[in-house]
């Protein structure tokens, strides 16, 4: 088949939760044989230089990308509240993206146009113009469940009616888009079930993240004893808002009663505050060069995320390299675990501090959990048999 991609953001380099699932799936139908062509957003909140990207990459994926500033415009923002257009979605939308892909579908034939979220929804009209692909979207979260679950969180009073209608907003834009789409390829059982109740009237299926288990899993090192970790783009609010509540409610609590305990925190656009912030025993990394690199000597991995939808590819990633994970519910969403066997649930700061000091407390039981994680990954979410129950999707949307 040849198979047009169209992505929010460029899919290498692979180091944020969004580009690598992207990644993750152009490679695996590359390798299956498939022709895949990828036309990507490049923007400031994903900051890429292209002469980074080896021509390996350019001549297995045909990448070409297009600058669109997604930086939020005061002025816009105030225009858009007299619509009933989501500002979200609007971002994306420029005129030289659709240049591209009206020259891309003129002058070739392609059997799928596989849509990365919903944002690159607003598309859809002119692919239908120019091709008779069918569109798939592959849908990374239920977005405006996050900008819900934010909302709920948000304890100034105008800011939180603005975020919820934001979120209003979004929600329309998405159940609008599901339906103009050929078909959906949510990332989870969860997510697809939703849709169908949110109005998804066109075919569905759930396609989880996938991890290529023939890979060999970096030797570990020697563990750092009492060690915590998290790992996360900072620029996305979850996960900022997340691990300001830990460091709040959790750490100094669980610091006292572990003195030899360490947390380290890792990600891109780390808030200049917590860098520059000392707390003891925490250690703010900022952006690592190799992410792999940087868990494979670290204990347990922390996820107090409390708003969120989709599936968070670190946790998958972290349970493939065999670490203990405590994370919230909605951190784990989408994720078929069992709470004690290869993964931890905790929603509160006591809940956070039991189950880190049944790991700390016993390496034997924090063992465990990162050997049945992975055993988990290589059962569930092998990247092969995501791209086969991809495949059989798309073959019968063409029939």
Not at 289 to 303: G, L, N, R
Request: with cysteine; aromatic share 10%; glycine share 6%.
């Amino acid at each position: 088949m040849k198979i047009l991609f169209l992505c929010n953001k460029s899919p290498y380099p692979p180091i944020e939760g969004g580009s690598i699932a992207m990644n993750t799936l152009i490679n695996g139908f590359v390798d299956a044989g498939h022709q895949v062509k990828v036309l990507a957003v490049s923007s400031n909140k994903f900051k890429i230089s292209e002469k980074d990207i080896p021509q390996s990459y350019y001549d297995r994926t045909g990448l070409e990308l297009v600058y669109i500033n997604l930086k939020v415009n005061p002025y816009a923002a105030l225009v858009n509240l007299f619509s009933r257009k989501s500002y979200h979605a609007q971002r994306f939308i420029a005129k030289k993206f659709k240049k591209v892909i009206t020259r891309i579908l003129s002058s070739e034939e392609y059997d799928i146009v596989q849509l990365e979220t919903i944002y690159m929804g607003s598309y859809i009209g002119v692919i239908r113009k120019h091709s008779k692909a069918k569109i798939v979207l592959r849908a990374h979260n239920i977005e405006h469940l996050i900008w819900q679950r934010i909302a709920d969180e948000t304890t100034k009073p105008i800011k939180r009616k603005y975020i919820r209608l934001l979120a209003t907003r979004l929600r329309r834009f998405e159940a609008f888009i599901l339906n103009r789409a050929d078909g959906v390829a949510a990332i989870s059982a969860e997510d697809a079930a939703y849709m169908i109740s949110e109005g998804c009237r066109i075919p569905i299926t759930d396609i989880p993240f996938g991890i290529d288990t023939k890979e060999e899993v970096p030797v570990t090192k020697s563990i750092i004893p009492f060690s915590l970790y998290h790992i996360g783009s900072m620029n996305w609010m979850p996960n900022e808002s997340g691990i300001r509540w830990f460091l709040d409610n959790v750490w100094t609590r669980l610091y006292e009663e572990f003195p030899k305990a360490s947390l380290y925190l890792a990600g891109r656009y780390m808030p200049d505050d917590l860098i520059d912030h000392e707390i003891e025993g925490v250690r703010v990394l900022g952006e690592v060069a190799d992410a792999k690199t940087f868990i494979q000597d670290k204990a347990i991995m922390i996820v107090p995320l409390f708003s969120g939808s989709g599936i968070r590819v670190k946790i998958i990633e972290g349970m493939w390299m065999g670490k203990a994970i405590v994370s919230t519910s909605i951190g784990a969403s989408g994720i078929n675990y069992t709470h004690g066997s290869n993964i931890l649930i905790a929603e509160t700061p006591d809940e956070f501090i039991e189950q880190i000091k049944l790991c700390f407390e016993s390496s034997q039981y924090c063992n465990d959990l990162g050997i049945n994680a992975k055993k988990f990954i290589e059962l569930h979410h092998d990247n092969s048999h995501a791209i086969e129950k991809l495949e059989d999707f798309y073959h019968r949307l063409l029939g």
